[in-house]
């Protein structure tokens, strides 16, 4: 049984499209996050919520949408995409709001073309 | 603001060589500090951790110790092996607002050959 899951694993489309990733957890955890990691491996937060309330907020640009339906769901939407938004996006949980042992997903691979 | 500092990869070693990955960090107060272990095609896992000044973490035979003098957390092992083969993130607990968030560094490529 995965613990982070995250759909889809793979993703290309074109610029000014807009897409969603799907996140769950079936851990129990109450905080999740999205990180983003740029091709040269730099690992950044973005977003992190505490059963389904936003935390914390990067600078992360308006077309970056997270939406937690429920605390095992945290779901990333992002419109008119652009070439820069190009990065492996992880979805991660933890039990504690401090955040420090994060369980990850497997990635979800952006490609805009 | 909170930072972390590690040295550049790709490190590439022969099976069985000791290993050190090199990582300092910038922090107002006392962070938690950890190493999480990315494996080819999977998300980042927790390797070990340690939370306060002089404090060892160890897991799967690798260790690091918190040295709050120089500031850092440097990872070692002492024989590696080819399942080590990994990307290497060291990150620290900084505060985010209303909580803290895993500050991480920028990752180093661990290749281990047979």
């Known amino acids: 049984d995965t613990a982070v899951s995250q759909t889809p694993k793979y993703l290309v489309t074109q610029m000014g499209n807009d897409k969603s990733i799907k996140c769950e957890q079936n851990?129990?955890?109450?905080?999740m996050y999205w990180y983003k990691q740029d091709s040269k491996k730099f690992l950044k937060i973005m977003f992190s919520?505490?059963?389904?309330?936003?935390?914390i907020n990067e600078t992360v640009p308006n077309r970056f949408s997270p939406k937690s339906p429920d605390k095992a769901h945290l779901n990333l939407h992002i419109n008119s995409l652009e070439l820069g938004d190009s990065a492996v996006y992880f979805c991660?949980?933890?039990?504690?709001?401090?955040?420090?042992?994060?369980?990850f997903g497997s990635g979800t691979q952006l490609s805009v073309l | 603001g909170d930072s972390v500092t590690q040295m550049e990869g790709p490190v590439t070693l022969s099976e069985e060589a000791c290993l050190t990955i090199n990582c300092t960090y910038t922090a107002t107060g006392y962070p938690s500090l950890f190493w999480y272990v990315q494996y080819p095609g999977e998300g980042l896992q927790l390797l070990l951790k340690a939370t306060k000044a002089d404090d060892k973490g160890s897991n799967k035979g690798f260790e690091a110790t918190y040295r709050k003098e120089t500031t850092s957390f440097h990872l070692e092992k002492g024989s590696v092996q080819v399942s080590d083969s990994a990307v290497y993130f060291c990150?620290?607990?900084?505060?985010?607002?209303?909580?803290?968030?895993?500050?991480f560094g920028t990752g180093t490529l661990l290749a281990v050959q047979p």
């Open positions: 990150a620290l607990s900084g505060y985010g607002g209303a909580t803290n968030k895993l500050i």
């Open positions: 919520y505490n059963n389904k309330e936003l935390i």
């Open positions: 851990l129990g955890h109450d905080t």
């Open positions: 991660a949980s933890s039990q504690e709001i401090t955040g420090e042992k994060l369980f």
